[in-house]
């Protein structure tokens, strides 16, 4: 697991939170240097910080610097050009935009209006519209040539000219990067919502919505939130009017399972013009350790359950995919369904994982799932894993 | 919320019988009438499972303004859109003559009088500047007959200026001609490849059965037909010709030979329809016309036959279930215009026959030929499609072919599924909405709908073959 954030130790702190794209080129042009931060290597002298909005420094911190100055962290080693961090003047350093990772997301927010039991992330109730200012701002700083964006909270349209906000400076200024926003739906029951989102015009965003049950009061029980199921169906609707995409989440676990296939059908029926339908694995964080006497079940008792449920929806014509779940977990008719979803920062395997032939193509799991799974899993011979890819290649066009 | 039940038949009358409950969004569910009695007089509890079910299926809501009505409502407004979509469907009578005399016909003639009853390429093309006017997205052009092939310079011209007008607007356009196949050619085939053209045929079953049926001089309409498709696959590829059979009275008893032929002509499925009541076959019911339950028995032999070849590995499907299927386990529409309600006569499907006449579906020509010309819009010479369709009486038959006010189906559980024809029912009962209990379309369709749903309760093979057979899985 990769940390993200933490204090750090400063010389000269900055007044304000200072943004920033990385470089180790102490030779920049000036004119450039405003919006960079130095990563420096060795030899740096105080005059090669001059102009930079910050320096990051790897050994001894420079009493004399006038360019803020603050020391590599042990755990941002990893840090590397064109990643962009934050300096606040706590101080802290926040790592926004990893380069080389496989997905970015964007917190803005750890406020919730659901409360759902198995949370990985649970909400608060402070003012944290820092983290939106902050999202907001380093979006001039992310790079041109980034695929895709996650947008991520707590509930990001619970602080909705916020969003739009943010919304209209990714279409304006990185509009070739692909949005995905993590959402409860429920604010999109008011159509004003969907429609101004949809007024916005992004050529490449999508919603992440969750939807548990087909059952009201089983979905509602789930989220924690009396009404929650009307209002996400009503958002659903409305975004799909608004021509808005929407992918449906479905969390697997012990109270979302026994009614996955009646959900299955409920989709085909009635919301067959989603974009995406995905199954996802639990993740063991947040809220889950409290609950798991409820929510909790070993995998492969799911396996009918999974099949059922890519099944009906796959022969509807709804495409599904599988999160969160590891190959040699999952029944073979499946496996095609299965993607590598997990975000590289969290994402570990435990050790029989390493003798795996199938390692690099598996979705892995949650660095704080291991445990759980490591009685389970078991490393995919190199025969297995020729099987493996025939099954891949039977299903491809 | 809104649903309606009907008692299945065969079933115990009391509290242990059970019931079929299909809502307007086209869900179906089956419970014991003591469970259906629970629910509607909310005497007594449900097993909590059962609520999911009920929950998850839209028949029950937790409060009155919950989003099952939105996605009711969604369901209702999709059904209803062909209304708005405009006409796609359009039928040119090419001509009446035929070189077949089958005695259930219900236009053609033997004849070789070309002014009497070919349609001129000036109606055709005045035609197809009342098809091109319709706004729907997608046009369909059959040609039919008679034998559309004894008058194939119109049928030439017909889909040469249908092709070049769609290409032109830009528009989808599918072409289909309905043919016996008796005289087709090498060069009429490679016209139809080039011009993306579908033929449909008739083969009623076994070479004894088909030939009895549909008399032709040399006694071959058989091998003809056999060859024909042949040529056609050949020329255009397997998959642009397709097949029906007419069921007689001869046809009776014999339905597995009838399959059989199918499966040993390659096709994939067959589509097992009853005889239309209009026309000559109404004059000739008594010699070769059944009751409606043998045509029943027939049919569910049919399906039960399509069933057992399935799970001896032949993918084999009967059309009409498929399509009744679909309609049952999704949320597509079939576009089978011949059960919709409102009814597609009109709405859905225009006719335009050999003498340039305009009528509102292929039976109502049929009809108009034993001299009841109800049905019939006006002329396409110096017509719009506006003008046509302004016909007050028009407005009249969409309104009374809405099967949620007619009296017999208000109240049916497959309301939702089913359809209606005015047509069917003017010129069996004399009355365009007619009675139910009297009406064989619906008897027909009722014992359909209700082996279909016990077939689909049971957790079998039969079970899922049919929701394979509706697109699922």
Same mark, same amino acid.
């Given at each position: ?102 997905? #970015? ?132 609707? #409305? ?51 409290? #609950? ?8 492969? #008792? ?96 | ?143 039919? $007959? ?224 034993? $001299? ?102």
């Amino acid at each position: 697991m990769i940390r993200l954030s933490g204090p750090v130790t400063a010389t000269v702190l900055p007044d304000q939170t200072i943004l920033g794209r990385l470089t180790s080129d102490a030779s920049t042009p000036t004119t450039l240097r405003a919006r960079r931060i130095l990563i420096e290597r060795e030899g740096v002298s105080a005059s090669d910080r001059c102009g930079f909005a910050a320096s990051i420094s790897r050994g001894d911190l420079d009493s004399a610097s006038e360019t803020p100055l603050v020391k590599l962290p042990q755990w941002a080693n990893y840090l590397a050009d064109g990643d962009i961090v934050a300096i606040t003047p706590s101080p802290s350093l926040h790592v926004i935009y990893r380069r080389n990772a496989t997905t #970015n997301s964007l917190l803005v927010t750890e406020r919730c209006s659901s409360n759902c039991i198995m949370c990985s992330q649970p909400p608060t109730a402070r003012d944290d519209s820092w983290l939106y200012e902050l999202a907001i701002s380093s979006i001039e700083h992310l790079p041109e040539d980034a695929t895709e964006i996650g947008i991520t909270g707590g509930e990001p349209l619970l602080d909705f000219q916020r969003f739009l906000t943010l919304l209209y400076r990714l279409k304006t200024l990185i509009p070739r990067t692909a949005v995905h926003v993590l959402t409860n739906g429920r604010l999109l029951a008011y159509l004003s919502y969907a429609q101004a989102i949809s007024d916005i015009r992004h050529p490449d965003l999508m919603f992440g919505v969750p939807l548990y049950s087909a059952n009201p009061s089983r979905h509602d029980f789930i989220v924690q939130a009396r009404g929650a199921f009307d209002q996400t169906i009503r958002g659903i609707l #409305n975004a799909k009017r608004c021509g808005l995409r929407i992918e449906l989440r479905v969390v697997l676990h012990e109270q979302s399972a026994p009614t996955l296939g009646q959900l299955a059908r409920f989709i085909a029926r009635h919301l067959p013009y989603v974009d995406q339908v995905a199954l996802m694995g639990l993740e063991h964080i947040g809220f889950v350790k409290a #609950n798991a006497k409820v929510l909790k079940s070993s995998l492969s #008792n799911y396996s009918s359950l999974i099949e059922e449920f890519v099944t009906t929806l796959e022969s509807s014509g709804i495409n599904t995919v599988l999160f969160n779940m590891p190959i040699c977990l999952l029944p073979e008719s499946v496996w095609p369904a299965a993607r590598q979803s997990i975000s590289d920062w969290k994402n570990d395997m435990p050790e029989q994982c390493s003798r795996c032939a199938i390692q690099s193509e598996c979705s892995g799991f949650f660095s704080w799932n291991v445990d759980e799974y490591k009685q389970s899993v078991r490393p995919f011979s190199l025969a297995e894993a020729r099987h493996f890819r025939s099954i891949l290649r039977r299903r491809l066009p | 919320m809104p649903f309606s039940f009907t008692r299945l038949p065969s079933q115990p009358m009391d509290a242990t019988g059970k019931a079929v409950l299909v809502n307007q969004a086209g869900e179906h569910i089956i419970l014991r009438m003591s469970d259906v009695t629970r629910l509607i007089t909310r005497e007594a509890p449900l097993d909590p499972t059962l609520m999911e079910r009920l929950h998850a299926g839209l028949f029950v809501t937790h409060n009155p303004r919950s989003s099952g009505v939105d996605l009711v409502a969604q369901s209702v407004r999709s059904k209803l859109s062909t209304l708005m979509s405009g006409t796609e469907l359009h039928l040119f009578v090419a001509t009446l003559r035929c070189d077949h005399s089958c005695p259930y016909c219900q236009v053609s003639r033997v004849s070789d009088d070309r002014t009497a009853y070919d349609m001129t390429i000036e109606d055709a093309s005045a035609g197809l500047d009342i098809m091109f006017a319709s706004p729907s997205k997608c046009l369909k052009l059959e040609v039919q $007959g008679g034998e559309p092939l004894l008058n194939y310079p119109l049928v030439h011209e017909l889909v040469r200026a249908a092709r070049k007008r769609a290409r032109e607007e830009g528009r989808p356009l599918e072409c289909v001609v309905t043919t016996n196949l008796a005289n087709i050619t090498p060069e009429m085939c490679m016209f139809f490849r080039d011009h993306d053209v579908l033929l449909s045929t008739s083969i009623d079953g076994p070479s004894d059965l088909h030939n009895a049926n549909r008399p032709r001089p040399g006694n071959d309409a058989f091998q003809r037909a056999v060859a024909g498709i042949e040529l056609v696959r050949n020329i255009c590829g397997v998959d642009s010709v397709s097949a029906l059979p007419t069921t007689t009275r001869r046809s009776l008893g014999r339905v597995r030979e009838i399959v059989d032929t199918y499966v040993g002509l390659g096709f994939s499925g067959v589509f097992l329809r009853p005889l239309s009541p209009f026309g000559f076959a109404v004059k000739t019911q008594s010699a070769i016309g059944y009751d409606t339950q043998d045509f029943i028995d027939h049919y569910l032999e049919g399906l039960d036959y399509c069933l057992e070849l399935w799970k001896r590995g032949y993918q084999f499907r009967e059309h009409y279930a498929s399509l009744l299927l679909r309609r049952m386990l999704t949320p597509f529409d079939t576009g089978y215009v011949d059960l919709m309600s409102p009814a597609g006569a009109g709405s859905a499907v225009l006719v335009f026959n050999y003498d340039g006449d305009v009528y509102i579906s292929d039976e109502a020509r049929m009809l108009a030929e034993t $001299g009841e010309k109800l049905f019939r819009l006006g002329t396409i010479r110096g017509s719009t499609r506006e003008h046509l369709l302004a016909k007050p009486q028009f407005a009249h038959w969409i309104r009374d072919s809405m099967n949620e006010a007619i009296p017999g189906c208000d109240w049916c559980a497959f309301r939702t599924w089913c359809g209606t024809d005015q047509v069917y029912h003017h010129a069996t009962q004399g009355d365009i909405v007619g009675i139910r209990s009297l009406s064989s379309f619906c008897q027909r369709n009722m014992a359909v709908f209700n082996w279909l749903v016990q077939k689909l309760d049971a957790d079998d093979d039969d079970s899922r073959i049919l929701r394979a057979w509706g697109g699922l899985g």
